[in-house]
């Protein structure tokens, strides 16, 4: 079993943070796993001492290309909202793995073939003589609700999937890839969305300075920005087929969900938690916002029916990763009902239409509902 729509694995990080992740698991008909899986895959079969070794590797690799800083005005951790990049252990974890699949870096290896001009063999040695290039990728998981927290940032480092596709020779025909975890789930991504120039998809071997953590896919993981991880975040990464949408179907669309699944335009609300009591007055609201590819050029907020009021965003630290926002209302005694929007690049306003997560990923404005006194 491979990850469920999201892509990330058993629902984990602060207690609230579990809570919410599992309510929206599911409801979206996820299984949520536990961490006795991840015990007995991480201890056995030396993959503990495989994931330090890779470790090693990485922090000795020259990186063909080096994620910038994140820089302090990226983030509003004084108001109490999360960290811009996600620590490992609260990245968040979505998948149907009732035991983590356990194979150490040394033994891997990866199979490219399907409507290609010819075969591929590679490991962790081929994929560590490739260009290593360091990323900063928010991923999303298509189960998350209106104002939920199944949205992570990390650095990742890999190698880009496109010029190893290239290498392959992509026959025309192919419009789907579909990526195959150890444990036999699969996952369906558009040819195209991979090859497009600028897109990034990654075969990932490190996160935020170590290997992949077992439970996110030690050794190998796809990533590919824009996409929900159910058409995209394979992990435990075994397989690559280059087919078509019609010739072969895989796990989530066989279950109800789309074929098709770029991430919407989404905001949510940290700050101040629903059900606050707050002085009367100046009324500090703060939160995330995130539309991978393309990036968030506005957030508004508003009291009850009230006007928007523009959001101040933080520093963007690239149209692939969720940016911070922060606002002031000025409120009167009284309950009131907060409400969120964003705007991304292309001008697109998240709309206040209310839809589940399946098939396709959920919409609507954020709210929360506060009492001032």
């Known amino acids: 079993m491979g990850p469920a729509p999201g892509a990330a694995g058993a629902v984990t990080g602060s207690p609230a943070h579990r809570a919410r992740g599992a309510s929206a698991a599911v409801a979206a008909g996820t299984l949520v796993a536990g ?58 974890r979505i998948d149907v793995a009732l035991t983590i699949p356990a194979v150490r870096a040394e033994d891997w290896s990866l199979r490219v073939h399907g409507r290609v001009g010819r075969e591929l063999v590679l ?10 290039v360091q990323r900063t990728i928010t991923m999303t998981c298509v189960s998350n609700t209106v104002g939920g927290n199944l949205v992570s940032t990390a650095d990742f480092v890999g ?49 935020n300075g170590e290997a992949l953590p077992v439970e996110h896919g030690f ?18 990464l075994a397989d690559i087929e280059l087919t078509t949408f019609a010739e072969r179907s895989v796990y989530w669309r066989d279950r109800g969900w789309a074929e098709r699944a770029p991430i919407k335009t989404q905001c949510r609300i940290d700050v101040p938690v629903g059900f606050s009591r707050l002085p009367a007055g100046r009324v500090q609201v703060a939160g995330v916002a995130w539309a991978q590819p393309v990036g968030i050029t506005a957030v508004e907020v ?16 690239n149209p692939n990763t969720w940016r911070m926002w922060r606002a002031e209302l000025d409120l009167s005694p ?31 404005w954020p709210s929360t509902i506060i009492t001032v006194v």
């Open 123 to 132: 490991t962790v040695d081929d994929l560590l003589r490739r260009p290593l």
């Open 302 to 317: 508003r009291a009850d029916d009230g006007p928007w009021v523009r959001a101040e965003l933080a520093t963007e630290v």
């Open 219 to 236: 050794p190998v993981r796809m990533v590919v920005p824009g996409l929900y991880g159910y058409v995209s975040a394979t992990k435990w």
């Open 159 to 207: 190698v880009e999937l496109a010029p190893l596709l290239l290498e392959a020779g992509v026959d025309p025909s192919a419009d789907q890839i579909v990526s195959t975890s150890r444990d036999g789930w699969t996952a369906g991504t558009p040819t195209a969305t991979v090859l497009e120039p600028g897109r990034g998809a990654l075969l990932a071997l490190g996160m």
């Open 35 to 92: 961490g006795a899986g991840l015990a007995r895959s991480s201890s056995g079969s030396g993959i503990a001492a495989s994931r330090a070794a890779l470790t090693g590797r990485l922090a000795a690799a020259t990186l063909a290309e080096t994620a910038p800083p994140v820089p302090a005005s990226a983030a509003f951790p004084q108001l109490g909202t999360v960290p811009f990049v996600t620590p490992n252990a609260d990245f968040y």
């Open 334 to 364: 009284g309950s009131h009902t907060l409400t969120a929007r964003a705007t991304d690049r292309r001008g697109l306003v998240q709309t206040d239409v209310r839809v589940d997560p399946i098939p396709d990923g959920a919409t609507g």
